[in-house]
Every structure is written in structure tokens, then in C-alpha cells.
């Protein structure tokens, strides 16, 4: 039986406990020979760390630990180099000395080994001086390795101050792998977001930016090819838990798991946490969006009332998607980077990127979650209030369905009360898109109009919705333009609901139904 990997980071534990581990080490060879400064971004919990630490092994020299992978067969040098490795993964950054005192407390430790001069001030000259002292004891050049660069930044997203304060302290810190270029071996820096412009990297052009590149899109993640070469007995052992077959298994795994698209040509990439979890479990679930709440991420939409249902179908271009500015107003480039967001297409003769949720487990969660700050719902009655707008609408009941969607928009935070009509809509699309897990949601926008078409198995609801017009003007404009016709033929009852928001009460103020 296997062992599987799931939280395991240490790729040194990993391989002498046994634990099942998918060889990227044909691709670590790679890296190492074909260049010396690199820069990832990738989702969290899509095995960055354990990159890191596999790259850190192999310049450690520890060579017994790659017995029968595929770097073990390319590799002729496995001579120990100095490795500095950075974790910025594990201090709550809330004030200037909280990422002061995490470097202060590395480069003591490093001091230790490789001495120190009391003319170094200041955190970067101290690490300057560090890596011209460890290659000169050694004889060996040093090997960089930084894990979750971006951590102090996206901790300080919203304040920019704090942010300000942490750019000042980086910039010139990570300019020593650009000062001291000989004697670094290696240097490579991991995050989930890439700031770029007037950020960390301003001073740090050498940095070979891998995170859209072919030849490394599938360096961290479970490619489809690996999934079923390596993983077929779980998914037949998967299947018979869930009373199915292979094939329906390994198309339920490409609907929950898959999809993630890290460069436009590339194949789609599977999370490995959620895999790994679900076959652990034995069980289909949202493993990967449990294990992290993306607040910051929630804040950001907030803060510049963004249209959600623009996120789900968003176009942009590569240099959105490739770097951040910090100072930026727009939210795409980090919920992409952050993995809420994937390509799904690519227009070459433009250059554009058309975004959207990678997959089910991505796109469910996130929007149950997004729940609770557009609305007056708790957290833990998400599920409770969707199942009973479920049931209101499966039975015909639409006075319960809006009379209870009224009652969402109730003190509406202050700070969307500028742009009520984005509000409205937001609201509207967290619902019926979590209401679409369970019944067939047609949902669209267009300047400002919400036209919606929601199908269960006995009736089909038109909807039309009105911003301090009235509910009479919607239900006319569905029978004036037609919109219910297309469904005559169904054999199902159809229901158009006409509905009018005001600006003034701030939630709606009066719908109409018509049947036929």
C-alpha cells in the first residue's frame, strides 16, 4: 500500500519514510545545468517547498536519497555546496520587525558557520558578506534558495505602509544575488504571487522567470500522464469505494482536480494535495480549499468592487498575469498567480489569456466562501441557506426564493454602498452560481442587466432584473423581447419573474410572476 506524502515538505523525510514520490528530478537536472537564477510561482500546497528542499538534498551531495530516480542517472557531480535556504512561510507578518527579526535570526545562524565582520550593517551587506565567506571557507559556491518569497507582501495587502516598509527591507536583501553573482552556484526564489515594478524585484533583473515557461509547466502538480501511470490502482480502488467505474472515476478526478494551466500550450495539471487526500480518503473532496482561507484575496475584490462575474470569464494579457505591481488596482494578476483562477484559451494573434475557474473544487469553494462578506450569512449557514433556495425553486415557490434573496442584501458593508449596482450583481452571482451546483443556471450580465434562466426538473424560471426601474418595466421587456420563448417547447412550466432593485432601501423592492 502506498504511502502517501500528504503535508510532507522535507524531501529527505519523504524518501526515508518511504512515502510515494512522482521523480520531477529529471526536471531539477535541468534547472541546475541549463541555468543559475530562477523564479516560480505556483499555488500554494502545489509542492514548491518540496521542490525547494529536493533542490537543496541534491546540493547537499546527499546522493543515496536519490537512488533510482532520474537525476541519480544524469548527474555527475553531487559535491556538497553551501545551501542558504530562506523560509518566509512561517511568521506572521503584522509590523516592519516581524520580517526584520525572522532575517536577523537566519543570518545569525549562518554567522555561526561562516562568520561575521563587525563593518557589515544592516541586514544585506551581513548576507553579502555571508555568501563570500561561505564560498571562500568552502571552496564550493553558495546555493540561494528561497522559499515563499511573497509572504510578508501578500500578509500586507491593503496596507501600504507596511508594505512600503517590507519593499525596502527586500529589495536591497535579494540584490546580493545579483552583487555577489560569483560566488552563487544557484539561487531560486518560489512564491505563489510575483511582485514586480517599483516591488521586490526592481533591483533583481537576473532572475529567470519559469512560471509560464513549456519546458517546466509541469515541475510541481500531477500531469494527467503521470496520474494514470502512476496512480492506476488507486483510481480503480477509488472507483470501487464510490460505486463507479475507472473511466467514470478518472473523469470525476479531471472535473474536481484538473485544469490548472500554466503556460497556453501546456496540458492541464492536477492539484497533488487534493489528489493525494482524495485517494488517501478514498473520497471525493475540497482538500486543497480547506487548507487555506484566501482573505486577502476577498479584500481585494472588496476593495475595488470588483464585478465578480467579470473574475470567471476575465481577458487580459500576459504581462498582467506575469507580474503584480504592488500599487495596482487590479485584483486578476494575484487571484490568478494564487491559483482561484487558470488559462482556459489564448488568442495568439492578440496575445491574450482568457481566465476562468480551473475546476470544480476551485470553483465551488471559493464562491461559498466569498459568501459571508457580500452577504449577511455566517459561514457556517452557507450550505444551509442554498439548500433551501434549492428546495424553494425545485417546488415552484418563488415568493420563499425572493422574499429570502431580499433579505441577503441587509446591511450591506458600507464600503460596497458606493457602487450598489455592482453589489446587487455580485450578490446575484454568488448565489445562483452556488445554487448552479444543483440546478442548471444560465447566468448573464450586459451593461448593467442581469438576464438569468434557471432550469429544474419541473419548471424553467426567466429572470429579469431592474436597478430603480420597476418590476412591471422587467416583466414587459421578458414578454416584449421574448426571452421565454425558446422554452415553449419544453414541456416543463415556465415561470418569468420580473424584479426591481432600489437604491433607495438598498435591497429589492418589488418582483412579478407570470406563468407561460
Not at 512522482?22 to 534547472?31: E, G, H, M, R, S
Not at 480518503?281 to 470588483?306: A, C, S
Request: charged fraction near 25%; glycine fraction near 8%; hydrophobic fraction near 35%.
Amino acid at each position: 500500500m502506498k504511502q502517501y506524502p500528504i503535508g510532507i515538505q522535507n524531501f529527505e523525510k519523504l524518501r526515508r519514510g518511504g512515502y510515494y514520490y512522482v521523480d520531477k528530478t529529471q526536471l531539477v537536472y535541468k534547472l541546475i545545468t541549463e541555468g543559475s537564477y530562477y523564479f516560480l510561482s505556483r499555488p500554494r500546497r502545489f509542492g514548491k517547498s518540496l521542490l525547494i528542499s529536493t533542490i537543496q538534498a541534491f546540493f547537499e551531495g546527499k546522493r543515496e536519497l536519490f537512488k533510482g530516480l532520474a537525476i541519480d542517472r544524469l548527474a555527475d557531480d553531487w559535491a556538497p555546496h553551501p545551501v542558504l535556504h530562506i523560509d518566509l512561510n512561517t511568521q506572521k507578518y503584522d509590523r516592519p520587525e516581524s520580517l526584520e527579526n525572522l532575517l536577523n535570526g537566519q543570518l545569525a545562524e549562518w554567522e555561526k558557520l561562516y562568520g561575521s565582520n563587525p563593518a557589515e550593517i544592516g541586514l544585506a551587506m551581513r548576507f553579502d558578506g555571508i555568501i563570500k565567506r561561505a564560498h571562500e571557507k568552502t571552496g564550493q559556491r553558495v546555493v540561494i534558495l528561497v522559499d515563499e518569497y511573497d509572504k510578508p507582501m501578500l500578509q500586507a495587502i491593503g496596507n501600504e505602509e507596511l508594505q512600503h516598509a517590507y519593499r525596502e527591507t527586500l529589495k536591497p536583501f535579494y540584490g546580493a544575488l545579483k552583487s555577489r553573482d560569483g560566488d552563487i552556484r544557484f539561487a531560486m526564489l518560489t512564491g505563489v504571487t510575483k511582485f514586480g515594478k517599483v516591488s521586490v524585484f526592481s533591483d533583481l533583473n537576473n532572475l529567470n522567470d519559469i512560471s509560464m515557461s513549456p519546458w517546466f509547466y509541469d515541475i510541481c502538480g500531477i500531469s494527467e500522464s503521470e496520474l494514470e501511470a502512476q496512480f492506476k490502482d488507486d483510481i480503480e480502488v477509488l472507483a470501487r469505494a464510490n460505486g463507479m467505474d475507472y473511466d467514470g472515476c478518472l473523469k470525476e478526478l479531471r472535473r474536481m482536480y484538473d485544469g490548472y494551466h500554466f503556460e497556453e500550450e501546456a496540458p492541464g495539471m492536477y492539484n497533488p494535495f487534493s489528489l493525494l487526500g482524495t485517494f488517501y480518503n478514498k473520497k471525493f473532496g475540497y482538500y486543497w480549499f480547506e487548507t487555506g482561507t484566501p482573505t486577502y484575496l476577498v479584500k481585494l475584490l472588496q476593495m475595488h468592487n470588483y464585478d465578480l462575474d467579470d473574475m470567471s470569464h476575465n481577458v487580459t494579457s500576459e504581462d498582467v498575469l506575469n507580474s503584480i505591481d504592488a500599487a495596482s488596482t487590479d485584483p486578476i494578476p494575484v487571484i490568478y498567480q494564487s491559483g482561484y483562477l487558470t488559462i482556459k484559451d489564448y488568442d495568439r494573434e492578440f496575445g491574450l489569456y482568457t481566465l476562468g475557474f480551473p475546476n470544480y473544487e476551485v470553483e465551488r469553494g471559493f464562491v461559498r466562501y466569498l459568501m459571508p462578506f457580500y452577504t449577511n450569512v455566517p459561514p457556517t449557514k452557507t450550505a444551509f441557506e442554498i439548500k433551501r433556495f434549492v428546495m424553494d425553486v425545485e417546488r415552484g415557490d418563488y415568493d420563499a426564493f425572493l422574499s429570502r434573496l431580499r433579505t441577503f442584501y441587509a446591511d450591506i458593508p458600507y464600503e460596497m454602498q458606493r457602487d450598489l449596482e455592482v453589489h446587487y450583481q455580485n450578490v446575484l452571482f454568488i448565489v445562483f452560481r452556488l445554487m448552479g451546483f444543483h440546478v442548471n443556471v444560465e447566468y448573464h450580465t450586459a451593461n448593467g442587466r442581469v438576464d438569468l434562466v434557471l432550469k429544474t426538473k419541473e419548471y424553467i424560471y426567466v429572470m429579469e432584473f431592474k436597478l430603480d426601474g420597476t418590476a412591471e418595466e422587467a416583466i414587459r421587456q421578458i414578454n416584449e423581447k421574448g426571452y421565454a420563448a425558446p422554452f415553449k417547447a419544453d414541456g416543463r412550466k415556465i415561470i418569468k419573474l420580473g424584479i426591481n432593485f432600489s437604491r433607495e432601501t438598498k435591497t429589492i423592492e418589488k418582483w412579478i410572476a407570470e406563468e407561460g
